[in-house]
């Protein structure tokens, strides 16, 4: 599989390679932009210089004409004579400036003249009878794709709600023979499931997706973010009221508005500011796109000159169009929100088409001072700005009085920066392009306008910030003064088909910062030992039931020291059977079977099940030494959960390009990494753990029913506090500590246990399977000592390998 | 190999009621019915029986994306089968009857070798589903056979008719 990607991948950027060429001839590609933004000022300062030559040469020749007329007639004419060739010098000038730009903008809004940053796409949510969610959860699903809610849906995006019932009409989505149509859809819940599906005539619907919603871009270092949208996308509305506000003359003029100018200019006057711009929609359209921001002469000269020559060329409703696209309209850290579409999904949450009378004026009122306005910054002065734009709509007759009062009297409606209808995922975005940078240059990522579609599950992301959230808030942390210097990193994958369904960076999820599941490391602890006792099982050197010395022991090391590794509860002595080693977490037991199977084999095994780096290979590894990613340690369960066999985590389905061609998939692919019976054993092993372990606390916090198995971890000094582990259809991780690796005071058990049981209880749906694979005799003994239970409803149930023979056993294959 | 993948369709559907006394793998489907009947044999909830134990077919919305699925693998679009496949095991989580009708597409895509490992991660879940088993062993074979390794394929074929 990976091959035959890869053999893929060349096509695809050849593909791309090839788009880029053909743009070369018909539009303007980013890449051309900027050569073109210097040509524009570099020949304006060559032609301004020869100007002046000139300039110094007729004065010089002026002054050298005086002297011999004396005659008053004469000296006029030859004046006037002058000044004419002066003034067809400047035109001819001009003439052949304008023509120079004009060859410049010629080909400037033909198709795509904008960097398209990637868009990247949520898992789309699936719809099926027997589906865990309430209708309340859909309802707020349905808001945050920007789901209109009405009495009576009746097209693409409307829904309705009457006690459990919702009725929706899907968007469509997707295109090529894949694109999927609007479908009338009704949900009726039941007890917190779905309990029925059907088509707008009442049939029974198996399952359907809603469209996947947008949750973020991969925007070029120039930092501008856009959604580019076609004509009728645009509300008349917007189109009628950018007119209105910004250039009334617009379908008049030729570009330039000297009596806008003039206007401007009295009104300034009489205000004694600058209160009103002259500046026409086609001006402000090339200034945005061609020209810097520095407010020169010879920048409005080029300005007047392109905007005389764009308005010749291009019809009014696509330089409007252009202008929709094109303007700046917020800032969002580094990301510049431009064009109406994205503004309007940045502070409404909604998209263009959805929007009210009042949020349009608002966002009309925004191009004069994105900053200045911000309605989030500023809500007195935006809604004050947005009441006068109302105002002007209404006194230019584009909306009715009683409209403008109607719409003035609503609240702002911006919602909270950084929620999550803006598609403010940084910590998943940062693997989605971690993975896209592996084959795609960053330029293709940036201004292609590919579709990315993704792994994420974002109701549950969304829930999962909120779980941290809350749990961050409310630890106790018994060597810190407060729990606020806590930090938190969390990954959940569905191992069965390798997605990457939610991610949580810190314990505030919304800020591009640090993701500490992905690029912090930290030594994992105890979660080790389930991979110590894993290499031991499958070579055989070890069986669960083996006894293990709980004696103190010391190491020699390379380095000539010795190493006296210590048991966390300072108790030793006696043997404990393997299984109780791993279940309670005994470091003396576990470094023995290290020893035994060696540091190389334990390294192997993590390597098999799709660890990537490489990891020292000294004795401390046994317990924990190792410093490792959450997303890494995430695999490595993922890949325990499924018995062994590895399919590595991916956040990327699949890339679509603009026209809808797919460049590459990623499908589930499978290997082995170890054998599935000594896989088997150390699940059960873990399970152990939950039920009489390190893991026991699980158990008054998850549904019995809800059969997980896990394992905890904590570092020298209580620096990390982890927990790790799976059900029958995901797997977790939990990390607690500090940025600055200071001591918290919280075990894993303490710490990452319960957060990692309240994910776990809203994310699994399915218990763990426990139906041995063959090759595996399960045997009924005392936990304590692993002596034969009396009956098989005593003691616990231990998996051996069907070869170890117990002739003493008590054989419970059949039962739990 | 084609054959296989015609039948799978109508395998499921015939062993569709035999599943009643099947433990229940998703929490959808922890009514009452399944866990009565479930009880009436005599089974525990993670059902560990020596004799035969059936493996749950998809169900529901994951047996509709599994028939969608075979219908597009016979007409030749296999990044569709996939893409329906793999909705189906996000609904049906583990099932490895999943995994099997995803072994039998990589075989008709030309990929022998995850179709042969997909095929063993079902084996890792069949306990002891004599019929499950039967598949996944068949499937080996056809894999191997297509992969050459003729000698891996007739221990396969064995293991398949070991159990019949």
Redesign the interface.
């Known amino acids: 599989m990976v091959t035959r990607r890869r053999s893929k991948a060349p096509g695809k950027k050849a593909l791309l390679r090839k788009k880029k060429t053909r743009k070369n001839t018909s539009r303007k590609t980013p890449a051309q932009k900027k050569p073109l933004k210097k040509r524009v000022s570099g020949k304006t300062s060559a032609s301004r210089k020869k100007s002046k030559k000139k300039r110094v040469r007729r004065r010089t020749g002026r002054r050298a004409a005086r002297r011999p007329t004396r005659s008053a007639g004469g000296w006029r004419r030859k004046l006037l004579q002058r000044v004419g060739v002066v003034f067809a010098v400047l035109i001819a000038g001009t003439l052949l400036y304008g023509f120079y730009l004009d060859a410049g903008i010629r080909n400037a809004f033909v198709g795509q003249p904008w960097e398209r940053p990637a868009r990247v796409f949520a898992q789309p949510v699936e719809l099926y009878a027997g589906r865990n969610l309430q209708a309340q959860e859909l309802q707020q699903y349905l808001h945050q794709l920007g789901y209109d809610r009405v009495a009576q849906p009746s097209q693409p995006g409307e829904f309705a709600t009457t006690g459990m019932v919702v009725r929706l009409i899907t968007r469509s989505w997707g295109a090529g023979s894949r694109a999927a149509a609007p479908v009338a859809v009704e949900v009726r819940f039941a007890d917190g499931t779905i309990k029925e599906l059907r088509d707008g005539r009442g049939a029974p619907l198996p399952v359907i997706q809603l469209e996947p919603q947008l949750v973020g871009s991969i925007i070029p270092a120039s930092g501008q973010d856009r959604v580019v949208i076609g004509a009728d996308q645009v509300p008349g509305l917007l189109r009628e009221a950018l007119v209105a506000v910004e250039d009334r003359r617009f379908f008049q003029h030729h570009g330039l508005d000297p009596r806008g100018i003039a206007r401007a200019a009295w009104v300034n006057l009489r205000a004694g500011n600058i209160s009103q711009g002259g500046s026409t929609i086609t001006q402000q359209l090339i200034k945005s796109h061609f020209l810097d921001n520095r407010r020169t002469w010879r920048r409005k000269y080029a300005e007047a000159l392109m905007a005389v020559a764009l308005d010749a060329r291009m019809p009014k409703e696509r330089i409007l169009l252009a202008y929709i696209n094109e303007i700046y309209l917020g800032q969002d850290g580094r990301r510049a929100i431009h064009g109406f579409d994205l503004a309007s999904r940045f502070y409404f949450g909604r998209s263009l088409p959805q929007l009210e009378i009042q949020d349009i004026a608002l966002l009309v009122g925004l191009v004069r001072g994105p900053s200045f306005y911000d309605p989030r910054r500023h809500p007195q002065r935006a809604l004050q700005r947005r009441n006068d734009v109302l105002g002007i709509l209404a006194a230019g007759g584009v909306i009715s009085a009683e409209a403008a009062t109607r719409a003035a009297g609503q609240p702002l409606g911006v919602t909270r920066q950084g929620q999550r209808n803006n598609g403010n995922y940084p910590a998943f975005l940062s693997v989605v392009t971690g993975q896209l940078l592996r084959e795609y240059d960053r330029d293709d990522l940036t201004s292609t306008g590919l579709s990315i579609y993704t792994t994420l599950n974002v109701m549950l992301q969304n829930d999962i910030e909120q779980i941290i959230r809350r749990a961050l808030d409310g630890l106790d942390v018994p060597d810190m003064p407060s729990s606020a210097d806590v930090q938190a990193a969390a990954v959940v994958v569905v191992p069965e088909t390798g997605d990457l369904a939610a991610i949580v960076g810190g314990r505030n999820p919304g800020f591009d910062g640090f993701n500490r599941a992905v690029t912090m490391r930290r030594p994992i602890g105890s979660l080790i030992k389930p991979f110590v006792f894993l290499a031991a099982l499958s070579t055989g050197q070890l069986e669960l039931d083996t006894l293990l010395s709980n004696e103190r022991l010391s190491v020699p090391l390379d380095t000539g020291d010795t190493w006296e590794p210590d048991n966390y509860s300072q108790q030793y002595g006696g043997e404990v059977p393997a299984y109780r080693a791993l279940a309670e977490s005994l470091n003396l037991p576990t470094v023995r079977v290290g020893l035994q199977v060696g540091v190389k084999n334990v390294i192997t095994i993590l390597k098999q099940l799709g660890l990537q780096r490489d990891i020292p290979g000294y004795p401390a590894l046994f317990l924990g030494a190792a410093e490792l990613a959450p997303l890494e340690v995430a695999q490595l369960f993922s890949s325990l959960s499924t018995r062994g066999f590895v399919t590595p985590v991916r956040a990327v389905k699949e890339v679509v390009d603009a026209d809808g061609v797919p460049l590459s998939r990623y499908p589930l692919t499978v290997s082995r990494g170890v054998n599935e019976v000594a896989a088997y054993q150390v699940i059960a092993n873990l399970q152990l753990a939950v039920s009489h372990g390190t893991g026991r606390g699980l158990q008054k916090r998850l549904h019995e029913y809800l059969e997980v198995a896990g394992k905890t971890g904590t570092t020298n000094d209580y620096r990390d506090s982890w927990f790790a582990g799976f059900s029958g259809d995901v797997a977790g991780v939990v990390w607690l500590g500090t940025d600055d690796n200071s001591p918290t005071g919280l075990t894993g058990a303490r710490g990452a246990l319960p957060v990692w049981a309240d994910i776990m209880a809203r994310a699994a749906t399915v218990p763990l399977d426990t139906r041995a694979p063959s090759g595996i005799q399960k045997y009924a003994v005392y936990y304590d000592s692993a002596g034969p239970a009396a009956s098989c409803a005593h003691g616990v149930l231990i998996p051996l390998r069907a070869d170890s023979h117990r002739p003493e056993g008590l054989r419970c294959d059949g039962n739990q | 190999m084609r054959p296989v993948c015609n039948y799978s369709f109508a395998l499921l559907l015939l062993l569709l009621p035999a599943c009643a006394a099947v433990?229940s793998?998703?929490?959808?489907?922890?009514d009452p019915a399944v866990a009565g009947s479930a009880s009436a044999t005599g089974m525990?909830?993670?059902?560990?029986?020596?004799d035969g134990?059936t493996v749950m077919l998809p169900?529901?919305?994951a047996?509709?994306?599994t028939a969608e699925a075979e219908r597009y693998q016979a007409a030749g679009?296999y990044?569709?089968a996939?893409?329906s496949l793999?909705?189906a095991?996000?609904?049906e989580?583990?099932n490895p009857w999943l995994?099997l009708a995803?072994a039998r597409l990589r075989l008709v895509e030309g990929?022998p070798g995850?179709a042969e490992?997909?095929a063993?991660?079902a084996?890792?879940?069949?306990?002891?589903d004599r019929i499950l088993?039967n598949r996944c062993w068949e499937l080996v074979a056809q894999a191997r056979q297509a992969g050459g390794d003729k000698a891996g394929a007739l221990e396969a074929a064995r293991m398949a008719d070991q159990h019949q």
């Open positions: 433990t793998t998703h929490k959808g489907g922890a525990t909830r993670n059902g560990d029986r020596a134990t169900r529901g919305a047996a509709h994306l679009d990044i569709a996939a893409a793999e909705r095991m996000r609904i989580p583990g995994s995803m990929a995850q490992m997909l063993r991660r084996l890792s879940r069949a306990a002891g088993t």
